[in-house]
């Protein structure tokens, strides 16, 4: 499909992407950085950034503000910090760890500093914990549990005001049309989109991670592809 010349240069920025982000597994992203690693090294062997950039329509800045001011208005205890952005050669990227199951991961355009996609990669909480002789495990499962939904909840309100409303069931029936709330076992089979307003909404299990991802995309950037 490319010529040589293309697909050595290709090769030699995915190269040059991993020997960037490897640090991120000792850094403070710990294994999140493996994730990140490969969304992007996925992003710069599909093509990286064409001359037409898409967004969500927020710079990182602009989402983790926005993410935050939802969180004191629903007395939300969970903040997110100062997303640190890190240089590619083609996008930049930036995540967070909410939990040891749950991670955030932004692809950023280098043109416009907007993100272009965003991802939420979790692993769906153990329902047969709740039926454990072990209080621990009941009570992380419930941990989890309610951390993962109100995340996801607070992502969508963040990304798509206009489904805001009081009693939260505008996020879960997007989530429950997308199949996020089926069983464990079915999740792995989800690979399902929903529009809404100008953006797609995405879920699909990432073999590559391991984890379900749940994000968000531009309607019309027709270059993100599922790993």
């Avoid at 951390?147 to 005001?161: C, D, E, G, M, N």
């Amino acid at each position: 499909m490319f010529g040589n010349s293309s697909k050595n240069t290709s090769e030699l920025k995915v190269e040059t992407e991993k020997k960037k982000l490897s640090k991120w597994k000792k850094g403070s992203f710990g294994c999140l950085g493996i994730i990140l690693l490969f969304f992007v090294v996925g992003i710069m062997a599909s093509g990286g950034e064409s001359k037409t950039v898409y967004s969500i329509g927020f710079t990182p800045k602009q989402f983790q503000e926005q993410f935050n001011i939802l969180s004191k208005e629903t007395n939300l205890p969970i903040v997110m910090p100062d997303l640190k952005i890190d240089e590619g050669e083609v996008q930049n990227v930036t995540g967070h760890r909410f939990s040891d199951h749950l991670f955030l991961s932004c692809t950023i355009n280098k043109k416009d500093g907007n993100i272009r996609y965003a991802t939420l990669l979790y692993n769906e909480p153990d329902r047969s914990a709740m039926m454990s002789n072990s209080m621990e495990k009941r009570i992380a499962y419930n941990n989890d549990s309610q951390i993962l939904y109100a995340v996801r909840s607070q992502f969508i309100y963040t990304i798509s005001p206009e489904l805001k409303d009081s009693d939260g069931m505008n996020a879960f029936n997007l989530l429950h049309e997308l199949g996020a709330t089926s069983s464990r076992e079915d999740l792995k089979k989800i690979d399902k989109e929903v529009k809404q307003g100008d953006k797609i909404y995405y879920l699909y299990y990432s073999k590559a991670a391991n984890a379900m991802a749940f994000g968000v995309r531009n309607e019309k950037d027709k270059s993100f592809e599922k790993h």
